[in-house]
């Protein structure tokens, strides 16, 4: 009998449970055997040619897809997919690089009392006092303080290039100071309720009410009030601007996030009107690394990050963290994103999670908050993220880094060193 | 062509690819097929998983929104190669995630009836039955983990569609090696067909080297 035909079990016996039992289970195929099975290879029981593909889901398809938000999700994902090194498993630090006091910090969701300029200082508001923290000395010097008792700083946000510090206050006065000499340099009016949000955008300072409204402010102008826009149904807690300056994100406490265009905001006509969360919406962080992506996050009873493609106004990814969101932080060296977190009733309460980004697979949680975490901030040189919390601490988190040392995805890190480099050298 | 899908119980050729394709992966961003493939063997942990029910029987769903589009995407193009006659044959490859070994290897095989595809004739099988057959497949899938053996490493799966010759390699897809085990095991599961596919399965894996010799 010569070889081949051996081999040429009747199909009925080749699959047979039986089989195993009776025969060895180890089978050395002879090169005849292998030969053949090779040639036969291209041509199925039936005798007809076949090809074998392997599927691997890169960037575009041939066809239209039948999910849009696969496709773009898909677009997305394949973007890294090409960009991206293997970055080996980093560590996540488990506790604080340091932890400051925060006294009479106030317990308030809807304030955003913390801000981190390129000039190494941190500006925090601790009831009625405003502090600042250089980061290089950890010298401290109180800004300001607001006497009577019934007012206080709702909102801090330095000026892109850290020369002007904008405060915004619960009687609904918006005020920029001058910190090198520690001088108010002007008021600004237009605001008939606490300001819960500010952003800047070069010389215009965006500013976010209880009343409703969002103010643009020119600040070179005797006459400051560039456009006033009036279309949420409620108090404006989030405010963002895109990286370029091109979009305006906005989070209001009625849970719509509204995308304006820097051009058209003087007609109040939005670009986008989403209105997927089913809470107030606080936390906006706009991609580094990926132009008009925009992650957004609700309050308690949403608890969901949403990715945003603000181009077409859709929702690329949404993940439930079970959790009120107060902050997104965009990871700039690791493609990660992270959010801060309140109250819950399940999960991930007064704690930090770092999420892989665009699979949204979660790469750890940190924190240590005895009670929940209101605010979020990161450094200019995007290593650390501080989490102001209601516990009255500010703690810091070594979270980002190691800074990789690659085109693309650190341009902007590496961008941002240069500055901090430059700013720290006329120190 | 083949026509919608008109009385509950005649199965047309779209109808029929439905179901079959539905087999492989199913509308709203789940995969029955793979993902039970996934979870019972332990590709993907137990938690990234949640359940639904599906064919009378609960399922479980990969949370993973990375495995979750990856799936969709490649079964909407076998559901395209499948309506169009083409997909010969569809296997599930499980591989070590450090050495790119096969470990196991789900083949399903399809034959079309060839006839209904070139004149587009209804036949009749009621969808209860078609169930029942897919729901006895799903519970052989579940029950393999008591002989197939352990994979205690990370693994990684691939998916592989074995098409006529004449189909246009997608951008999405590339052509591949058949990624065969050497010496395998194998064994058959049962088979479900539509009367228009029929859909035959076989698992073959990497023999236990704990196995007496």
Request: glycine share 6%; hydrophobic share 35%; aromatic share 10%.
């Amino acid at each position: 009998m010569d070889e081949s035909a051996t081999w040429r079990l009747p199909e009925s016996d080749w699959y047979s449970p039986r089989r195993l039992h009776d025969c060895p289970t180890h089978y050395s195929f002879p090169q005849a055997y292998r030969q053949k099975l090779i040639e036969n290879l291209s041509l199925d029981s039936q005798g007809r040619p076949f090809k074998i593909m392997v599927f691997r889901g890169s960037p575009k398809s041939s066809r239209k897809s039948i999910r849009f938000v696969d496709e773009l999700r898909q677009e997305v994902a394949a973007i890294f997919e090409k960009d991206c090194k293997q970055t080996p498993y980093r560590c996540i630090p488990k506790g604080e690089k340091r932890v400051l006091d925060a006294p009479r910090l106030r317990n308030d969701y809807y304030s955003n009392i913390m801000s981190w300029g390129i000039n190494n200082i941190l500006a925090v508001a601790l009831g009625p006092e405003l502090y600042l923290w250089n980061s290089e000395d950890q010298a401290v010097h109180k800004l300001l303080q607001v006497r009577g008792g019934n007012d206080w700083p709702t909102s801090v946000t330095w000026s892109e290039d850290a020369s002007t510090l904008a405060v915004g206050y619960m009687c609904s006065n918006l005020q920029l100071w001058d910190v090198e000499s520690s001088k108010l340099i002007r008021s600004l009016q237009g605001h008939s309720g606490r300001i819960a949000s500010t952003a800047w955008n070069g010389h215009i300072l965006t500013s976010g009410s209880r009343d409703k409204s969002i103010i643009n402010h020119d600040v070179r102008a005797a006459n400051s009030l560039a456009s006033c826009i009036k279309r949420h149904a409620d108090e404006v807690c989030g405010l963002k601007w895109s990286t370029e300056g091109n979009r305006l994100a906005s989070g209001g406490n009625e849970n719509l996030l509204y995308i304006w265009e820097a051009s058209k905001m003087s007609s109040s006509k939005f670009l986008h009107r989403l209105s997927d969360h089913c809470a107030a919406v606080k936390a906006l962080a706009w991609c580094p690394y990926q132009n008009n992506v925009l992650a957004s996050g609700g309050g308690l009873s949403d608890g969901c990050i949403k990715i945003w493609n603000t181009e077409k106004g859709i929702c690329i990814n949404n993940i439930e963290t079970k959790a009120q969101i107060c902050g997104l932080e965009w990871n700039r060296h690791h493609k990660e994103i992270l959010s801060g977190h309140g109250y819950s009733i399940r999960e991930n309460q007064n704690k930090l999670c770092l999420w892989r980004y665009p699979s949204m697979t979660k790469v750890g949680e940190l924190g240590n908050h005895k009670s929940r975490i209101i605010n979020l901030c990161q450094s200019p040189d995007g290593i650390t993220v501080i989490s102001a919390g209601a516990d009255e601490t500010l703690r810091f988190w070594d979270v980002f880094g190691p800074p990789t040392a690659g085109a693309g995805n650190s341009m902007v890190s590496d961008l941002q060193g240069l500055l901090s480099f430059r700013t720290s050298l006329l120190r | 062509m083949a026509s919608r899908t008109v009385a509950k119980d005649i199965i047309t050729l779209r109808g029929s690819a439905a179901i079959v394709s539905e087999f492989f992966g199913y509308a709203a961003n789940s995969v029955m097929f793979f993902y039970s493939i996934l979870y019972n063997r332990g590709v993907y942990p137990e938690e990234s998983f949640a359940k639904v029910k599906k064919y009378g029987l609960p399922m479980l769903l990969t949370q993973d929104e990375g495995v979750k589009s990856f799936i969709t995407n490649l079964t909407a193009q076998l559901s395209e190669w499948l309506e169009a006659g083409k997909l010969q044959r569809v296997v599930m490859v499980i591989m070590s995630k450090a050495t790119n070994e096969v470990l196991e290897r789900w083949n399903f095989s399809i034959e079309t009836d060839s006839h209904v595809f070139e004149k587009g004739v209804s036949r009749e099988k009621s969808d209860r039955e078609i169930m029942r057959e897919i729901q006895a497949i799903m519970r052989q899938i579940a029950s393999s983990i008591t002989y197939l053996p352990c994979l205690d490493e990370p693994c990684v799966f691939d998916v592989l569609a074995y098409t006529d010759t004449d189909v246009a390699v997608p951008f999405t897809w590339i052509e591949s090696d058949p990624k065969l085990i050497a010496n395998p095991q194998m064994v058959k599961l049962h088979s479900f067909d539509t009367k228009i596919h029929k859909v035959d399965t076989l698992v073959s894996y990497k023999n236990d080297e704990w196995d007496e010799q």
